[in-house]
């Protein structure tokens, strides 16, 4: 039983490959997509920058978003970013949801870009249980890579702020991932 489940799973991976490689040779125009939806997602690290528990020099990082595009160059996007930070028997969750204006240049090939937006930041402590949250800013710069007509690999850096009562938490989350039209 084991070895035909393997079997199918093996045949829906070269299926699926082939399809891919047939779709990427095809005589399709190059033009770019003409959806204004776009979604992505990635990983990476999240580098602590001030008023940071020692104990965390790094943490892992998530990022989940969708966007409309208002134009060719200018977009509304909503950002998921759970962030993990760990360390001496500690861990800190950090939810963090943000809306952000992304400017994008339009050029074809490599595409620099620029965000900035307010968000919500949601903590958690653990073991001790201890839940806080906090509103938030984030301003980011990235570079999204061509890969086929909607479709985009990105290398982005942010640079988020967290407004507490007494004191402004900071962190710069590194992420790569990938970017495609709906």
Same mark, same amino acid.
């Given at each position: 039983m084991k070895t035909k489940k393997w079997l199918f799973f093996s045949l829906g991976i070269l299926f699926g490959s082939l399809g891919t490689l047939i779709?990427?040779?095809?005589?399709e125009p190059t033009a770019r997509s003409s959806s204004k939806w776009?979604?992505?997602?990635?990983?990476?690290?999240?580098?602590?920058v001030q008023d940071w528990d020692p104990d965390y020099p790094l943490g892992g990082?998530?990022?989940?978003?969708?966007?409309?595009? @208002? #134009?060719?160059?200018? $977009? =509304?996007?909503l950002s998921l970013d759970p962030l993990f930070f760990t360390g001496n028997g500690l861990s800190t @969750? #950090?939810?963090?949801? $943000? =809306?952000?204006?992304?400017?994008?240049?339009?050029?074809?090939g490599v595409h620099p870009y620029l965000?900035?937006?307010p968000g919500f930041d949601i903590q958690v402590l653990s073991p001790s249980g201890y839940n806080t949250s906090t509103p938030a800013a984030v301003f980011g710069v990235g570079f999204e890579f061509d890969l086929r007509p909607g479709e985009r690999l990105f290398l982005e850096s942010r640079y988020d702020l967290l407004f507490y009562n007494n004191l402004t938490q900071q962190?710069?989350?590194l992420t790569f991932g990938l970017n495609e039209d709906l």
């Open positions: 779709y990427a040779q095809s005589d776009y979604m992505g997602m990635g990983w990476g690290i999240t580098f602590p990082q998530g990022l989940f978003f969708t966007g409309y595009k @208002l #134009d060719d160059t200018l $977009s =509304l996007q @969750l #950090d939810n963090r949801v $943000s =809306l952000e204006l992304r400017w994008r240049n339009g050029t074809e965000l900035a937006g962190d710069i989350p």
